[in-house]
């Protein structure tokens, strides 16, 4: 593909029509799937809306209960166990759970993924879920209840588990993150943030599998989306130096050095920041050697 990936989100982004999350998720598939057309996963999703519209409205009429929750209950009954659609436990890791058409067509993905066929598949049904860019594992949840009640809070990664404070403070402890709970972590994600969760995920995996062209391209995305992201521009150049493109390297990490601050750092940083200035010493002398 060379229409980048990063222009392309940025003109999707800038387009009414296509602008929706399922649209931003596909084209970042177009990094796996270089051909890939998301009209016909766009009607996918239109059709699994359709069809939970139609299994909600039958629940409704059987059980003439029109509580969120109730709904929720039932959507979740159709996506996960009418549609089939499951975490993949065994094979976390793999690309392919990080591109929406593959989670369409394999019925299994990862939180961030799943999260979104929530979104989309709600939405369609006339369900208003929101994600949550919840630390370690993407969230959702639906906010029609009553005003004095909390949100429900959704598990797509775990076939719609509704989740309490409780359990999402368990789930950040199980993580070992050193982050401490706060209700602030569950408020709603914007489009942008999904997006930039979405990429940050790919190109880590890209990076473990040293898939290193792939994992450029998904840096050069992300800083399109976050211009003042240093710790891209940092990782942007330190890709270009593993594909050998030496002069783009020197620049990104130079300009890494200029705009980073040690004030007020620690030793890690500081660590960094020693090894990043030795990478710069060694590429400006292979770069004169080239001229």
């Given at each position: 593909?060379?229409?980048?990936?990063?222009?392309?989100?940025t003109?999707?982004?800038?387009?009414?029509?296509?602008?929706n999350?399922?649209y931003s998720?596909?084209?970042?598939?177009?990094v796996?799937?270089?051909h890939?057309?998301p009209?016909?996963?766009?009607?996918?999703?239109?059709?699994?809306g359709?069809n939970?519209?139609?299994?909600?409205?039958k629940?409704?009429?059987?059980t003439k209960d029109e509580?969120?929750?109730?709904?929720?209950?039932?959507?979740?009954?159709?996506?996960?166990?009418?549609e089939?659609?499951?975490?993949?436990?065994?094979?976390?890791e793999?690309?392919?759970n990080s591109?929406?058409?593959?989670v369409?067509d394999?019925?299994?993905?990862?939180?961030?993924?799943l999260s979104i066929?929530?979104i989309?598949?709600?939405k369609?049904a006339g369900?208003h879920?929101?994600?949550?860019?919840?630390?370690g594992?993407f969230?959702v949840?639906?906010?029609q209840?009553?005003?004095?009640?909390?949100?429900?809070?959704?598990d797509?990664?775990n076939?719609?588990?509704?989740?309490?404070e409780y359990?999402?403070q368990?789930?950040?402890?199980n993580?070992e993150?050193?982050?401490v709970?706060?209700?602030?972590?569950?408020k709603p994600?914007?489009?942008?943030q999904?997006?930039?969760?979405?990429l940050?995920?790919?190109?880590?995996i890209?990076?473990?599998?040293?898939?290193?062209?792939?994992?450029?391209?998904?840096?050069?995305?992300?800083?399109?989306?976050?211009?003042?992201?240093?710790?891209?521009?940092?990782d942007?150049g330190?890709?270009?130096?593993h594909?050998n493109?030496?002069?783009?390297a020197?620049?990104?990490l130079?300009?890494?050095l200029?705009l980073?601050?040690?004030?007020d750092?620690?030793?890690?940083?500081?660590?960094?920041?020693?090894?990043?200035?030795?990478?710069?010493?060694?590429?400006r002398?292979r770069?004169?050697?080239?001229?």
């Amino acid at each position: 593909m060379h229409q980048t990936l990063s222009k392309i989100l940025t003109e999707a982004s800038r387009n009414p029509v296509h602008h929706n999350l399922a649209y931003s998720a596909l084209l970042i598939a177009k990094v796996e799937y270089p051909h890939l057309d998301p009209g016909p996963y766009l009607d996918k999703l239109d059709t699994l809306g359709k069809n939970a519209r139609l299994y909600l409205d039958k629940a409704l009429q059987k059980t003439k209960d029109e509580s969120i929750e109730a709904r929720v209950t039932n959507f979740n009954n159709y996506l996960f166990k009418k549609e089939g659609f499951v975490g993949n436990r065994e094979e976390y890791e793999d690309p392919r759970n990080s591109c929406l058409n593959e989670v369409l067509d394999r019925r299994i993905g990862i939180p961030i993924t799943l999260s979104i066929v929530y979104i989309e598949v709600a939405k369609r049904a006339g369900l208003h879920i929101e994600g949550i860019n919840f630390p370690g594992h993407f969230l959702v949840r639906c906010a029609q209840t009553i005003a004095s009640s909390a949100p429900l809070i959704i598990d797509p990664f775990n076939v719609g588990a509704l989740l309490s404070e409780y359990d999402c403070q368990l789930l950040l402890e199980n993580r070992e993150s050193e982050l401490v709970f706060d209700q602030a972590l569950l408020k709603p994600a914007t489009e942008t943030q999904i997006v930039v969760r979405m990429l940050l995920n790919l190109k880590q995996i890209y990076v473990n599998m040293r898939s290193f062209p792939q994992a450029r391209e998904v840096t050069e995305a992300l800083l399109a989306l976050s211009p003042s992201a240093l710790s891209e521009l940092r990782d942007r150049g330190l890709l270009a130096y593993h594909l050998n493109d030496l002069p783009s390297a020197l620049h990104d990490l130079q300009t890494y050095l200029k705009l980073s601050s040690l004030e007020d750092s620690d030793d890690n940083t500081r660590e960094e920041h020693f090894q990043i200035w030795e990478h710069v010493k060694t590429l400006r002398r292979r770069v004169a050697s080239l001229n």
